[in-house]
């Protein structure tokens, strides 16, 4: 089966503008996580849905990036009046509901730039 | 706090010798520990995992890893390097449930003839 996709794969704008990442998980998947990976870093985790809701959103930095899954199934992540710090890879991952630590599958990511 | 330290930010290795990346954590709970391979342009990929059990848990691609709670470790081995091993790996933590992971900042690998 298709694995998690992100679109678009590479994204430039200019600083102010708005922007969104959209994630299709893997069919069936009902758990659905968002992270950010900057340059020379490791992934840092923004937010994580179950279902159609924000299970955990602690990791988004300001109230500039919003994140919606309103079917439970594809996500959007929007950012708001982008900022040159916001440059970065965006990733997404998807992984089954279940009682252990169940794997999460990664997307390419979308690269984001922000002039 | 829940952290990864990948003490190592590059290591280079001539192909067919043996190699080992540290990772230590810091974590309140049963930690559930993780592998991943990023090559340029392409997405994380699992290199395998440790939830319980056997503490030296084999994966994809002739890895290991051996998970050591006295000494709050999780390092990745394999015995015999390829060319095609160059990559970014990083370490990472999670709990059990479907909790986000903390990820180490990763161990480039570059791999000479």
């Known amino acids: 089966g298709a694995g998690v996709s992100q679109t678009p794969s590479n994204k430039v704008t200019e600083k102010g503008k708005y922007v969104e990442l959209r994630c299709d998980p893997i069919s069936g998947h009902t758990a659905l996580y968002w992270y950010r990976q900057s340059l020379g870093q490791g992934p840092e985790f923004l937010i994580y849905?179950?279902?159609?809701?924000?299970?955990?959103d602690s990791g988004l930095p300001n109230d500039r990036f919003f994140a919606v899954r309103p079917e439970g199934s594809v996500s959007t992540l929007k950012i708001q009046r982008t900022e040159r710090g916001d440059s970065a890879v965006y990733l997404c991952a998807s992984s089954l509901m279940g009682s252990g630590a169940d794997e999460q599958f990664f997307g390419p990511g979308t690269r984001l730039t922000v002039l | 706090a829940q952290s990864v330290t990948q003490p190592d930010i590059h290591i280079t290795v001539s192909e067919g010798a043996s190699l080992e990346l540290r990772c230590n954590y810091s974590?309140?709970?049963?930690?559930?520990l993780f592998w991943y391979v990023q090559s340029p342009g392409q997405g994380l990929q699992l290199l395998l995992k440790y939830f319980s059990g056997d503490t030296l848990v084999q994966g994809i691609k002739g890895f290991e890893a051996e998970f050591k709670r006295s000494q709050s470790s999780f390092n990745l081995r394999k015995p015999s390097v390829h060319w095609s091993d160059a990559a970014e790996y990083f370490c990472?933590?999670?709990?059990?449930?479907?909790?986000?992971?903390?990820f180490g900042k990763g161990t480039r690998l570059s791999v000479i003839a």
């Open positions: 990472a933590v999670g709990a059990r449930g479907n909790t986000p992971l903390v």
């Open positions: 849905f179950q279902g159609t809701g924000a299970a955990d």
């Open positions: 974590y309140g709970a049963t930690p559930y």
